[in-house]
């Protein structure tokens, strides 16, 4: 998203500033802290909305420098883009999720881990492919991984898209939109692709308790992506008031601080050994 990654190198190379000497030094910096193991995950519950269990969590990256402390993905993961080394961690973040998840699968042996996987990945390299080499190494039923995509890489070559998403299907993994209202997109032109859960965009979350017009297009979403056969997710949900509005015109699933920040895996653990948020 919100990005020209090479239009941006070019920019920078005619003006060597030091906005660009950074970057650079920052892309550096990342492919050692993949090889110095200074990246971790942590994961956010999915939760049903009605029953209050975890159905599922997000994975999400985090990366702990000794040098530059915590820095945050919303910085890091557009650098990771922008010279492709986006690919080898989103390879590491596969191999973590298959080996932790069997940790989570004899708890609850129907959770699933929703993995984020950014356009340039679904443009540059064969994601099929790469789940089945990592799966070769961790075997997993990929009935446990659901994979989130936005919007706006999915209308950047639909035919293509499409392809890859039914091949991600034929191996059984589960499909959600991201983010989704952000974009351009109209919900009719989802069907062409084997979706299975669209997640609302916090943006619009944020404003269902007091903005007339969120309210409206939440009710919409729901409403409409149910017609179509989609389950629905609200993220960002961080009060009661939200979610009651969301459980009122039956979204699905809850994720938010209003349950859980994003926590360890050993946390999910103890959260679904307790059964913590009924
Ligand atoms: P996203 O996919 O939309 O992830 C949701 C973000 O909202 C996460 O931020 C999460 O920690 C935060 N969040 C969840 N609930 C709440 C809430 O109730 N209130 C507030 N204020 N925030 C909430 P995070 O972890 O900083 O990630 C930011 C973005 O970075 C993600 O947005 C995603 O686009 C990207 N990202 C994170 N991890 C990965 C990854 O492993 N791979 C890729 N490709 N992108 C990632
Ligand atoms: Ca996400
Ligand atoms: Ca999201
Ligand atoms: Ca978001």
Redesign the pocket.
């Known amino acids: ?1 919100k990005r020209s990654g090479r239009n941006n190198f070019k920019f920078y190379t005619e003006n060597m500033n030091s906005k660009f000497m950074k970057n650079l030094d920052l892309e550096n910096k990342m492919r050692q802290a993949l090889k110095n193991e200074e990246f971790y ?2 994961y ?1 519950p999915q939760v049903n909305t009605v029953t209050k269990k975890i159905i599922s969590c ?5 990366w702990k420098s000794p040098e530059f402390g915590t820095i ?3 910085d890091f ?1 557009r650098i ?2 922008d010279s492709g080394l ?1 690919i080898p ?2 390879r590491w ?1 596969l191999e973590k999720v298959f080996y932790e998840i069997k940790k989570v699968i004899e708890i609850d042996p129907n959770i699933y881990i929703s ?4 356009g340039y ?1 679904i443009k540059h390299s064969n994601l099929p492919k790469m789940i089945e080499d990592v799966l070769d190494q961790e075997k997993i039923d990929l009935k446990h991984i659901e994979l ?1 995509l ?1 919007e706006s890489m999915l209308m950047d070559d639909i035919l293509k898209n499409a392809e890859i998403m039914s091949k991600l299907k034929d191996l059984n993994i589960k499909l959600a939109i ?2 989704f209202g952000t974009g351009y997109s109209s919900l009719s032109y989802l069907k062409k692709f084997p979706i299975d859960k669209l ?1 609302i ?2 943006s619009f979350i944020d404003g269902i308790t007091t903005n007339e017009e969120d309210k409206v297009i939440v009710k919409t979403i729901i409403s409409m992506a149910h017609n179509l056969g989609f389950k629905v997710i609200a ?4 009060t009661k008031e939200q979610f009651d509005f969301l459980k009122t015109y039956n979204c699905d699933e809850i ?4 349950f859980s ?2 926590v360890s895996i050993e946390k999910i653990m103890e959260y679904l050994e307790e059964n913590t948020f009924n």
Not at 235 to 238: R, S
């Open positions: 998203a995950l942590e956010q997000e994975a999400l990256i985090r945050s993905p919303d993961i990771a883009e986006i961690i989103t973040i993995i984020n996987i950014s990945q989130e936005t991201d983010d997640k965009d916090k993220e960002g949900v961080e994720q938010g601080y209003y920040k994003p």
